[in-house]
């Protein structure tokens, strides 16, 4: 999910097998990113700048971060034959030591409205990518090439475990809906267990929670390898 993982050799990614679960839609990904504006704005202005959760980032690179995100996911399914081996050639850069790197960032004097502005905006923009790409597009992803209903399932996830993120320590409710939990586990996490509750069951994914009786991963991925 950082930058950074983009130039690391990857493991083989396996496929998903064929899920009964629904897909993933931009619908999906306009409803998490329009319920993640709604909580960041409760952030007091004071604490935007203080480390996020678990993260070297502070809330606000970690705010820019998902935004850069989803610009990327977006564009790179832009073409009319997207790259599948490589990435789109855009500069990537930190503004400090251990800082994300970002390909654009919100103008800081505009403030956190202006930051939320701009994550909504891109939000809007990798749906709308989504929805008008065929579904048989592959795009370029570190951890293999991905289809439409793959990036906008990364992009949830990414919206719902940085939101996570921000709000550690801030004493602000965030319990993203079961069934949303459910398919992106399904599509990205096939391995994660069924058995346990949907949300507790994605942070543990991603190694920012623990499952009884299960070890939190010490590493951890998605795989974003379309259905069989």
Known sequence: MSRSSDAEVSPEPVSPS??????????????????AVETLRRVPEDAWHQRA????WDRWETIQHLSDDFFSYAIRQGPRTPFVDRHLPLVWESRRPGGPASAFRSD?????????????????LLAAIVRTKPPHTR?????GASDPEGF????VVEALVHVHDVID???L????????????????F?????????WPTLLWATGRGELPGRPRPATWRWYGAPRA
């Not at 959760?53 to 070297?56: N, P, V």
């Not at 505009?110 to 809007?124: I, V, Y």
């Open 190 to 198: 096939p391995d994660a267990p069924d058995d346990t509750e949907p």
């Open 18 to 35: 064929a899920s009964s679960s629904p897909a993933v839609t931009a619908d999906d990904l306009d409803r998490t990113v329009l319920m």
């Open 139 to 143: 795009t370029y992803h570190v951890y």
């Open 108 to 124: 800081p004097e505009a403030g956190p409205d202006g930051l939320l502005r701009m994550l909504e905006a891109t939000g809007a």
């Open 173 to 188: 409710a965030w319990e993203p809906p079961a069934d949303l939990c459910v398919r992106v586990l399904a599509r990205l």
């Open 169 to 171: 320590g801030l004493g």
């Open 152 to 155: 906008a399932a990364m992009g």
């Open 53 to 56: 959760g678990s993260l070297e």
